[in-house]
């Protein structure tokens, strides 16, 4: 786990570039505190700061490989692990070819050399990696399926660089020419979606290699992304009498999963909220470390916390158990660091205890398991019994239903049924763009003055849905989730608040070898008997305690709504608002007017709010560098 920055210069100048990836590099000493280095030929330059997690003494980066009649053809950065290199150090030895280290990051190189850019297909980790072949003068850049590790790239006429994080691209931006001038598109996307999508980021010229994508280019030339992963959820069948080979299928994926997670040279703790995903991971990985460590987070406000809950848990699986408690001034102080290590914002409150909870796991572990991914890949979120609830619908005629929809609209904000007739009138394209529902578009141009309607959230979502017409309704759900909500908020906050702390998260759920069972899996058995993954839970009654097989979705709950309307954070909101330097991008009296609503409980804005108090800060920070993050230079022991 580290941050990496490579450059493919155009005119084969690296070397006057050198002193500008230097300065860049402290940018993100975070994800690597153990260990930097720079290397640079004509056309190439590569930066590295290191984590280290396998082969502690070796394995250093920029990494150098070649074979025997040249030893030192590729160079090599890579953000990440590969749970399966000693499976693939045993298959590439058996092809002749050599190591120099016992690290993963090898692994990467040498089957690049054997395979070529199909090396992306044998890897079973989470990655971002670039590789140049002197020989060949091309580079080759890839991110892992799901999109777990990020990739930041920038291209001006000096050439491409990539970066783990984007605040190296800003840092190097003079020396690049870089245009920084934001994207207004991108910016109502975020607004709308409380994310900024795939591959977009808030500045206009700095955009982001996609999940599940690689890029090949020679100097001089454009990044064009090449897609290798391509879910398809082809469901089987299963017959009533097989249902239970599945469920053992599902228990026996993740097992394999967690204990190639295990592996490390430093500890490994896990993250436990409660839930049924959490502590599945948790129940697992104690079978290989029996002095497991678990970590929660919890509010003072009774109704949100999950500390009981996750210590009953704790006490069930028989590990020892943190607990950090957040206060709401603990909270309003850290934003400003949390939106500065995440590069452009993501409006989830929840990051804020993950900021904590991750703090505190890194005085104990350099490395926590998590439960991400389970509810995308096996069918976990309320909303995928919509289709079921919304089914009558699907039998009335036409002109019926244009007449419910036009109804729906016109009914006041709040009114029993107006969201019911909205949703079971309008088709799934519509209606469904995963867990960020906040602004409805009257809303979003309440705020945004400027906003275009084909900028909204369909711009974004289409041609998701183009590539899922033959999936059944819930799988063409969990399809975009995949590919907006999991990696535009879940992925980025478990990378990048958990790096804030070099602390390496790593999700097994989110493994290739448990998505190749997981999208199977018919309908049937992820919606059923009235509850959601059902065939999650009945895999996992094998594994975890029976109380927490039927819990509702944890996760770390925050009291917003009840903070901007009272003492704790109405009084922070109205000031951030007040000072923001934001007046051609929001309008600023709306925007109070509707804190004014929330606090009087006209209606609840705190998604919306929180949207929007998110980019204000973000943009305090990087652009009008009016507020000053407080970014501390921790040190952090190497081996723990």
Known sequence: MCGLLAMLTSTSNASEFADAAERALPCFYHRGPDAAGTWHDEDALFGFNRLAIIDL?????????????????????????????????????AAGLDFNTGGDSETIVVGYHHWGPEVVKHLRGMFAFVIWDTETRTMFAARDQFGIKPLYYATTESGTVFSSEKKALLKMAPQLGLDLSLDRRAIEHYVDLQYVPEPESLHSSIRRLESGCTATLTPGGQVEAQRYFNPQFNVLPVPKDKEEELFTKIAGALEDSVAKHMRADVTVGSFLSGGIDSTAIATLAKRHNPNLLTFTTGFERE????????AESAEAIGVEHIVKVVSPEEYADAIPKIMWYLDDPVADPSLVPLFFVAQEARK???????????????????????????????????????????LGRILP?????????????????????????????????????????????????APIYARSQDMDPVARMQHLDLFTWMRGD??????????????????????????????????????????????????????????????????????????????????????????????????KPEVLEMLREHRDGVSDH????????????????????RIDPGIEHREYPVDL
Do not use: C
């Not at 572990?365 to 009558?392: C, H, N, Q, R």
């Not at 608040?497 to 070099?502: R, V």
């Not at 770390?556 to 009840?562: D, E, L, N």
């Open 57 to 93: 003494e070796h394995s250093h980066q920029p990494l150098r490989w070649g074979p025997a009649e040249n030893p030192e053809r590729y160079a090599l950065t890579f953000n990440g692990e590969i749970y399966n290199y000693v499976e693939l150090r045993e298959e590439l030895t």
């Open 303 to 310: 109704g949100y916390s999950e500390v009981d809950v996750a």
């Open 364 to 406: 104990h572990v350099k490395v926590v398991l998590s439960g991400e991914g389970a509810d995308e890949l096996f069918g976990g979120y309320t909303i995928y019994k919509e289709p079921l609830s919304l089914a009558p619908f699907e039998k009335m005629p036409d002109p019926l239903l244009k007449g419910l929809n036009k």
């Open 413 to 461: 904000e709040g009114m029993k049924g107006k969201s019911l007739l909205e949703r079971g009138t309008s088709p799934m394209e519509t209606r469904y763009y995963g867990n960020a529902r906040s602004f409805n578009y009257d809303q979003l141009r309440r705020v945004l003055p400027w906003a275009k309607p084909e900028w909204d959230h369909r711009e974004v979502t």
């Open 490 to 587: 879940i992925l980025v906050k478990a990378d990048k608040i958990n790096m804030a702390h070099s602390l390496e998260l790593r999700v097994p759920f989110l493994d290739k070898e448990v998505f190749a069972v997981a999208e199977t899996i018919p309908a049937d058995l992820k919606i059923s008997h009235g509850t959601t993954k059902y065939a999650l839970r009945k895999a996992m009654e094998r594994i975890v305690p029976p109380h927490v097989l039927n819990r509702k979705k944890l996760g770390f709950p925050v009291p917003m709504r009840h903070w901007l309307a009272g003492d704790e954070l109405y009084g922070w909101a109205e000031e951030t608002i007040r000072e923001s330097l934001t007046d051609e991008i929001f309008n």
């Open 606 to 625: 705190s998604r919306r709010l929180w949207t929007v108090l998110a980019f204000m800060i973000w943009h305090g920070v990087f652009v009008e560098q």
